[in-house]
T-cell receptor, first 110, second 114 residues
Framework: QKEVEQNSGPLSVPEGAIASLNCTYS??????FFWYRQYSGKSPELIMS????GDKEDGRFTAQLNKASQYVSLLIRDSQPSDSATYLC??????????FGIGTKLQVIP | EPEVTQTPSHQVTQMGQEVILRCVPISNHLYFYWYRQILGQKVEFLVSFYNNEISEKSEIFDDQFSVERPDGSNFTLKIRSTKLEDSAMYFCASPGTSGSNEQFFGPGTRLTVL
């Protein structure tokens, strides 16, 4: 059974701080790793994808992947109140199904 | 990025009734997926569809579920005899146009079974 584990939170950070979200996965065969943002009552929105070990930066977001440790993280710099949402870690292999974690609820305090 | 669209946005039905949820994925892609999310729980995979055939399905996708492509652009998810526990958000997803395996989700259909 492929599993993706996340702390459900909530994670509270002050506005302007760095939010650090973490995720572990069980299937060593996973090839693709994603972070989705989900606002309450809305659908998941893809914000980052990462496929190889190391860091990938996109604006205020940095995704980090360590396949040896089966660990994925997302850093959000200069956090804004609009970043308050649930962040879903997800993994898949190729064009197969995506397996999601429960999500970490982030609260950015103004 | 092109959008995935879904209809209806909200469907209320009585237990035992059939419902059909519709989706228009990002065009010209052979892959297509359905997921569901029960309130407060994980997003769960239901079924994947490749080139007009089911390529993978989960344990949730039992005989009461079916997926079809009635025409070239639309996909449907049919639940034949709904149960209370089928109440959830149902999302369709498809890869984008970049050639990667990223999956982009539609806005979802909220199904309420009474």
């Amino acid at each position: 059974q492929k599993e993706v584990e996340q702390n459900s939170g909530p994670l509270s950070v002050p506005e302007g701080a760095i939010a650090s979200l973490n995720c572990t996965y069980s299937d060593r065969g996973s090839q693709s790793f994603f972070w989705y943002r989900q606002y309450s009552g809305k659908s998941p929105e893809l914000i980052m994808s990462i496929y190889s070990n190391g860091d990938k930066e996109d604006g205020r977001f940095t995704a980090q992947l360590n396949k040896a440790s089966q660990y994925v993280s997302l850093l959000i710099r200069d956090s804004q109140p609009s970043d308050s949402a649930t962040y879903l870690c997800a993994v898949n292999g190729g064009y197969q199904k995506v397996t999601f974690g429960i999500g970490t609820k982030l609260q950015v305090i103004p | 990025e092109p959008e995935v669209t879904q209809t209806p946005s909200h469907q209320v039905t009585q237990m035992g009734q059939e419902v059909i949820l519709r989706c228009v994925p990002i065009s010209n892609h052979l892959y297509f997926y359905w997921y569901r999310q029960i309130l407060g729980q994980k997003v769960e995979f239901l079924v994947s569809f490749y080139n007009n055939e089911i390529s993978e399905k989960s344990e949730i996708f039992d005989d009461q579920f079916s997926v079809e492509r009635p025409d070239g652009s639309n996909f449907t998810l049919k639940i034949r005899s709904t149960k209370l526990e089928d109440s959830a958000m149902y999302f369709c997803a498809s890869p984008g146009t970049s050639g990667s395996n990223e999956q982009f989700f539609g806005p979802g259909t909220r199904l309420t079974v009474l």
